[in-house]
């Protein structure tokens, strides 16, 4: 892999360094600075800045760095004279229009003109005439302009059409009157288009809701991972005290490069919506009114041990969201678990259960998300992908444009910015058909043979059209082949069918396998036994009722943490149950209309913006968040408001020392042996209720989600508002 | 004197030359013909690059790059290739091209297909200037379609095996889509913003394939090279700028217009075939090569011949050999402001310098004549000229920052006088 | 030596010798004022007490950038600031910690709008300890009941600045 080494000298020090790259790129790899606006490294060359001009042996004129291949011998001076000077000249000139108003810009104190002004700019202006301004454009809620103030370094307008495929904005005109634009007051809706606010060099484009409130040197930068989608992207808190006041990304190149997703970017101002619970309700004589903790934990508590006497363990349904952070899920299991109650589940948007005994022991991917880059060959299925996950889909745009072939069956068709080879559009009821077509293409001549029985099956089905045989001799042709299985299986009525499919399929064609999960730590919730049919760490157990089940009885006591009926699929069996039940306890961050007059119990929680914990993402990567923001500062933690449950309802304290730890361990340990059984489920379920079309609204994922007010103005949010009317 | 209009303006005089009978009469296509009819293959191909060589023409679209080093450095290999021909004529004081658009079409498509083959490109497009749209454009089109009903185009020409097919492209009016990269930049349907050099167009060209872009004058000379010979050729002009060339002679001259002469002939001889000095007039200065080259004082370019290697020891450029002859009388202050607005109008505003620097020149310039110059403005302006000198992506920032050196430098009290005047030129 | 002891005791000379400072300085001109009735002049860089000025028309001059509360030594001041109507920044909190600021005046060379000035003014006094905090409002009053006092003061230092 290693290429040849070559020798060259910049600033009279020799180094080695790899051909084939461009000087700017040694340099950066060097820890030499040259100062740059256009180029950016996950961006083509557009080398029209000037600003990183150096000195070159034997070239009459100064070169830009970033356009400049190394080659051997070659003398490079970036401090020279001519090289500063040249860069002096393109400093001046950028400055000569741009407007001094970097006292109330916000990107003042994070810009790269800013800072390069100041080690190569004059100390006066020679300037004299009035200063070129400009309109600004309106982008949307997301995004906003300032283009008096935009240096055309294009970087905007390369990420448009490299990174997101969809070339939103453009240059106009020429010479001096050159504008960045979008094409007649169209606004920019692509899910990864805040990223143009971090690789904007001035402060053309910044952070709209974030317009004008702080300044960067007041904010703390803290480490957090996504909770809104089962990637898990890094991204930066910026804080000012309490008070979350922006998100940035931070690179990972194993999950997202650089980028994070405008859902991940946005969502966080849920958090500071006004529904917010920050005190524990109590329902006393009929009237829900505001409790102590300790009232509220004792009357849980009551609750719990009255029921665990009465052995009702059919009594209770307990149910918790898939966002919730590994430490609270493991202890929310422990408590239903050890109080004797079974009905636990976290799988609010599936309708299938039937190929439970087939589960694996925690659903993930065979391989991290950069590596779908390397894939060859992409089957996705019943995915939304770029609503569902904005950041797979940048990686499978990446595996497109570098040549692989990537397939679709999906239920409708959605737009997408890179070539699809196949596109099978399948009705919902034949999404199992059509896949399991692809499987007896590939079957057909395949070295990993399947089972008589299922051939059996296989053979009573009409035969594959060409898109199948095209897509499974894809499949079969390279080494690097991935299966992708999306949120639109997930509630499928014949999920388990499907996955069955996609893992005799993933054996046949040699291929890797991925599934999609609803919430940031579905993994987390498998792999600490929120599930009815396993306990922690995959030990089976008796048979507690599953999700849709416990929304179809009345109890005697229901549960809901981090779970609002709102996120449910069958919502409106849910808010029967939650109605018909005796008792109905909420855990949540937000106080809903409907859940104020049907609740007994309300425990304010913490929102992942806000506590500690860690979630594992689709690729079982274990990531810490360590946040502790306090929004109503003498609140428990979700952690310690569980303990104190658990202590109230007199059981033994869990341990959570090492928790982390153990599972890391047990994953690594199950990974490999992770073995997909080759067996599909005995009765398939066949309902004609259509529930899969409502689950891929990308802003309306979650409660934060739901309450953002500037994600909720977005073209998506509005059009769904549109379709539901 | 005897090797007037030899080349690319053999056939003017005839009537109607445009058409293709007019142009077979006179020797046409012949050349063409004979290398279908011989043995087209990479010998032939070798042999004519090897004549364009030995010729010594050079490109004739300013630079002065010999061709056939040019086409040679086209890589052999089977891909897709491509030949450009740069018809987009827009510097300013140049309109040879036009008139052998116009006059001699025919010449330009031999020589473009002579030249593909040459290069095994088997794809060319013609990139006319947008502005030829109404008297230039419509005689392209229709000897273009002559070419093909005499089946002297297209695929298996006269069933040699060979292809060639040609298209006509209209530009839309934008002088730096004359630059070659912005040109294919153009070609391709995209703003015309030159391109980084290297990869060169020989390498990544149109399409991302290797092409070659030559000029117009360039390729219209080809035919005749070829069926008159090397040593022909090099009979006239000079030894190291062989040849003749179109001299676009405007200004203040008695009869401007077109003449294709050769190389080294004395300014003064150009001079006199123009018919004079309009009026009588002293002669003050020439700006020998289209308005991107450095102007000459009367006195220096006297002494030149017209050719590559006087001119550049006289410190300007051949160019386009658009000749702007400058009387005495004619304020330089105004002349250098209203270049300058060219330069500032039709920059691509892709690279900062330009962007910025030209409307700065322009506005200090514009400041100057208003009255409201300061001493420290001129030095200034060849401030700003000189930070936008070389530090460009193509040679528009070379191109703008000339003139502005040039003028100050020769013309150095023109310009205080004006400023210390509060406006009044000198001249007047 | 002892009989001339006794005569200076005796005829008071060194008394008189005191008595003569007493009277000579009892008729020079008196340095000390009669404060609060008399006051001392005030330099025009005097700094007291924070003003927040207001342009002719009535605007805030504030722009809400925060440079003051950024150059502040003893983080005096805090800010608060969002995007007004007329789409301008502006400040929506800007206190004034009189318990912490120290009167060094680097808010006022900070400032790139001339919106934080300082005024002579050093005499106030507070009972309650939520007084220290000088809000907006009342960092505007001051600026707009000094403000002729305050734009001599600036226009007379003008000059060496």
């Known amino acids: 892999m290693s290429e040849p080494k070559i020798t060259i000298t910049i600033d009279d020090q020799e180094y080695k360094v790899n051909s084939g790259q461009m000087l700017i790129e040694a340099t950066d790899q060097l820890g030499i600075h040259i100062p740059r606006f256009c180029y950016h490294e996950k961006l083509s060359i557009a080398a029209n800045c000037r600003m990183c001009l150096v000195e070159v042996e034997n070239s009459t004129n100064a070169l830009p760095a970033c356009a400049t291949e190394v080659s051997e011998g070659m003398v490079v001076k970036t401090t020279s004279e001519s090289a500063e000077l040249a860069q002096q000249a393109t400093m001046e000139f950028l400055l000569i229009n741009h407007p001094l108003d970097c006292p109330i810009c916000d990107q003042g104190g994070e810009c790269e003109l800013q800072d390069l002004a100041y080690s190569h700019g004059r100390n006066e202006s020679r300037f004299e005439v009035k200063k070129r301004t400009l309109p600004d454009d309106n982008l949307g809620p997301l995004i906003s302009t300032d283009m008096t103030r935009c240096i055309l370094c294009t970087r905007c307008v390369r990420f448009g059409t490299e990174i997101a495929g969809l070339p939103e904005l453009g240059t106009i005109g020429r010479g001096e009157s050159s504008t960045i634009s979008t094409f007649v007051e169209k606004t920019v809706d692509h899910e990864l288009s805040g990223n143009m606010i971090d690789i904007c060099p001035v402060g053309a484009l910044n952070n709209k809701p974030y317009r004008y409130t702080d300044r960067t040197w007041e904010l703390d930068q803290i480490e957090s991972v996504s909770p809104h989608d089962c990637v898990g992207s890094n991204m930066f808190l910026h804080v000012k005290g309490d008070k979350i006041k922006r998100i940035v990304p931070k690179a990972n190149p194993e999950i997202n490069e650089v980028w994070i997703s405008d859902r991940d970017r946005f969502a966080f101002d849920g958090i500071y919506s006004d529904d917010r619970l920050t005190v524990p309700m109590l329902r006393k004589n009929g009237v829900l009114e505001e409790a102590t903790w300790e009232e509220a934990i004792d009357a849980f508590s009551k609750v719990l041990i009255t029921l665990q006497n009465k052995k009702s363990k059919n009594g209770v349904a307990a149910l918790i969201s898939s966002s919730t952070a590994l430490n609270e899920q493991y202890l929310y299991a422990y408590l239903m678990r050890s109080l004797g109650f079974n009905n636990i589940d976290h799988r609010i948007r599936q309708i299938d259960f039937t190929g439970d005994s087939l589960d694996p022991i925690f659903p993930n991917f065979d391989i991290k998300p950069h590596q779908i880059e390397n894939m060859k060959s992409i089957l996705i299925i019943g995915s939304d992908l770029r609503k569902e996950t904005p950041l797979i889909a940048h990686w499978v745009k990446k595996a497109a444009d570098q040549g692989a072939s990537v397939n679709f069956i999906n239920q409708e068709y959605s737009e997408y910015y890179f070539p699809i080879d196949n596109f099978i559009l399948s009705g919902q009821e034949a999404l199992a058909e059509n896949l399991a077509l692809v499987l007896k293409a590939s079957n057909d001549d395949a070295v990993n043979k399947l089972p008589s029985h299922i051939e059996d099956v296989l053979n009573a089905l009409p035969t594959p059209s060409l898109s199948h045989y095209q897509i499974a001799k894809s499949l079969a042709n390279h080494e690097q082949s991935f299966l992708l299985s999306g949120l639109l299986c997930h509630s499928h009525s014949e999920y388990a069918l499907i996955r069955s499919y996609l893992n005799l399929l993933s054996y046949v064609s040699n291929s890797s396998f991925g599934e999609l999960t609803h919430g940031a730590n579905a993994t987390g919730a498998y792999l600490t036994g929120c599930i009815p049919h396993r306990k922690a760490f995959g030990e089976s157990h008796e048979l507690g009722l599953n999700a849709l089940e416990m929304c179809t009885k009345n109890h005697q006591l229901i549960v809901l943490y981090g779970i609002e009926p709102e996120d449910c699929l069958y919502q409106e069996k849910l808010n029967q149950s939650i109605v018909g039940s005796q008792t109905t306890v909420q855990f949540s961050p937000f106080i809903t209309p409907f859940m104020k007059e049907n609740a007994d119990i309300m425990f304010p929680l913490k929102t992942p913006y806000e506590s500690k914990g860690a979630f594992i993402n689709a690729s079982g990567m274990i990531q810490d968040f360590n946040l502790q923001l306090d929004l109503a500062k003498d609140n428990p933690s979700n952690q310690e408001l569980l303990l104190q449950i658990i202590e109230g309802s007199k059981l033994p304290m869990p341990s959570l020392d090492n928790l982390k730890e153990k599972i890391k361990k047990f994953i690594d340990e199950t990974k490999n042996t992770h073995n997909r059984l080759l067996e599909i489920p005995e009765k398939v379920l066949k309902t004609t209720k259509n529930y899969s079309s409502v689950s891929s609204h990308l802003y309306d994922v979650d409660s934060i989600t739901r309450r953002s007010r500037p994600l909720q103005q977005t073209k998506d949010a509005l059009s769904q508002f549109s379709e539901d009317q | 004197m005897m090797h007037e209009n030899s080349i690319c303006f053999s056939n003017i005089n005839q009537p ?169 930049e153009s070609l391709e349907g995209k703003q015309g913003k030159p391109r980084f050099k290297p990869p060169f167009p020989a390498k990544f060209g149109v399409y991302g394939m290797p092409t070659t872009v030559n000029n117009t004058q360039t390729l219209a000379s080809v035919p005749k090279i070829i069926e008159q010979g090397t040593e022909w050729y090099k009979s006239m002009g000079t030894d190291k700028s062989p040849g003749t060339n179109i001299f676009s002679v405007t200004g203040h001259v008695n009869k401007p217009g077109n003449y294709e002469l050769p190389l080294g002939i004395p300014f003064a001889d150009l001079l006199e075939r123009a018919g004079g000095m309009l009026d009588n007039k002293k002669l003050k200065a020439v700006i020998p090569g289209g308005l991107s080259t450095k102007v000459l004082p009367g006195d220096v370019i006297a002494d030149c011949t017209m050719d590559y290697e006087s001119l550049a020891s006289a410190g300007s450029a051949l160019g386009t050999g658009a000749v702007v002859v400058i009387a005495e009388g004619t304020c330089m202050v105004e002349l250098l402001k209203r270049s300058s607005r060219f330069y500032y109008v039709e920059n691509c505003g892709q690279c900062t310098p330009c962007r910025e620097g030209t409307g700065w020149l322009y506005r200090l310039l514009q400041k100057i004549t208003q009255g409201k110059g300061q001493e420290s403005d001129l030095t200034l302006l060849v401030d700003v000229a000189n930070r936008i000198e070389g530090n460009t992506i193509c040679a528009f920032g070379d191109a703008a920052a000339w003139p502005v050196q040039s003028f100050i430098e020769h013309y150095y009290s023109e310009f205080e006088y004006m400023i210390n005047n509060h406006g009044k030129s000198i001249a007047a | 030596m002892k009989i001339l002891n006794i005569i200076k005791t005796l005829t008071l000379i060194d008394l008189l010798k005191g008595l003569k400072v007493t009277l000579k300085n009892f008729f020079k001109p008196k340095i000390t004022v009669q404060y609060p009735e008399v006051k001392t002049p005030i330099s025009n860089r005097f700094r007291g007490k924070l003003a927040l000025m207001k342009y002719e028309n009535g605007e805030e001059r504030c722009i809400a950038c925060k440079l003051c509360s950024a150059v502040c030594p003893a983080n005096a001041i805090s800010i608060d600031s969002e995007e007004s109507e007329d789409g301008t920044r502006r400040t929506t909190r800007f206190d004034i910690d009189a318990f912490k600021c120290v009167y060094c005046g680097f808010c006022e060379e900070a400032c790139p709008v001339d919106a934080i000035v300082e005024t002579d003014i050093f005499e106030y006094h507070m009972t309650e300890n939520h007084q220290r905090l000088q809000t907006k409002e009342m960092l505007l009053q001051l600026g707009d009941d000094y403000r002729e006092k305050i734009v001599r003061k600036k226009e007379k230092d003008h000059h060496y600045k």
Request: with cysteine; charged share 20%.
């Open chain 2, 16 to 184: 109607e030359s445009w058409k293709i009978e007019n142009y077979m009469a006179s020797g046409g296509y012949l050349q063409w013909k004979k290398i279908l009819q011989g043995q087209p293959g990479d010998k032939a191909r070798q042999k004519i690059v090897e004549i364009i060589k030995t010729s010594g023409l050079r490109g004739r679209g300013g630079a002065g790059f010999p061709t056939g080093l040019k086409w040679s450095f086209m890589p052999k290999t089977t891909e897709q290739k491509y030949l450009v021909c740069n018809s987009d004529e827009s510097e300013p004081g140049t309109c040879h091209d036009r008139e052998i658009l116009k006059l001699n079409p025919h010449a330009v498509i031999e020589g473009m297909a002579i030249a593909g083959f040459a290069m095994d490109a088997t794809v060319g497009y013609n990139y006319v200037r947008g502005e030829f749209i109404k008297d230039c454009y419509p005689i392209v089109e229709f000897a273009l379609q002559e070419a093909y009903t005499h089946n002297l185009l297209g695929k298996n020409i006269l069933g040699s095996g060979v292809n060639f097919d040609l298209y006509n492209f209209l530009g839309a009016g934008a002088y730096i889509c004359g630059e070659e990269t912005g040109l294919l």
